[in-house]
């Protein structure tokens, strides 16, 4: 079993594992189709991708694939600690361009569901950090967008210093600088 709280922006959800215990260790299911699908959810994910992230304050995002090829996603910190930040991007959403932060580590063994139409970030609370995700559409290239991490309009304030960006996830363009509705 699995326990789905729900967030403050429409559609996205906390998902807190069950874990069952004894002398070996435990045993915690991450996702069960039934479960999903009672809630409403995506329950069919084509992808498992996995990041690893060696410095404290390590940023990746803010990604999203434009339609149709939108992902559901199912992310799990593994090893560590992170802060998951989701903005909702979905034009036409009463949610539309807020966001919401979740720290997922591998004690809480929280998992989060970031539906099509959010981008999706986070960022490292400590060093050598392992995250797994599961994703309901393949990746395109071509579809493949992302917003400013430093954007003001979305008014994130970040946990720690960033200390490690790529080039490409600092230079996505700011909302006020896209020609075309984001999502």
């Given amino acids: ?8 922006l429409n559609d996205a959800w906390l998902i807190e594992l069950e874990p069952r215990g004894d002398q070996r260790g435990y045993f915690a299911r991450t996702m069960c189709q039934e ?4 809630h409403g959810l995506i329950n069919r994910f084509v992808q498992q991708n996995t990041s690893f ?9 803010l990604h999203y694939q ?10 799990r910190c593994l090893r560590g600690a992170i802060v998951d ?8 959403s009463s949610t539309y361009l807020q966001h919401q932060m979740f720290e997922l580590t591998d004690r809480n063994m929280y998992q989060l569901y970031v ?8 960022q490292t609370l400590n060093d050598n950090v392992e995250v797994s995700y599961l994703v309901s559409t393949a990746y395109n290239p071509e579809a493949e967008r992302g917003l400013n991490y430093r954007d003001e309009q979305l008014g994130i304030d970040w946990p720690i210093p960033v200390t490690v960006v790529s ?15 984001l999502y």
Avoid: C, N
Avoid at 1 to 8: I, V
Avoid at 35 to 38: A, G, N, P, R, T
Avoid at 115 to 122: E, I, M, N, T, V
């Fill in 85 to 92: 930040v989701i903005v909702d991007i979905r034009k036409g």
């Fill in 35 to 38: 479960e999903f699908e009672k």
């Fill in 66 to 75: 434009t339609p149709p090829y939108g992902e559901a996603k199912l992310v």
């Fill in 1 to 8: 079993m699995m326990k789905f709280h729900s967030t403050t």
């Fill in 53 to 61: 992230s060696a410095q404290r304050g390590t940023l990746r995002g």
């Fill in 167 to 181: 080039e490409k996830d600092s230079s996505w363009p700011l909302i006020s600088e896209h020609t075309q509705p």
């Fill in 115 to 122: 539906p099509p139409g959010f981008a999706h970030s986070f």
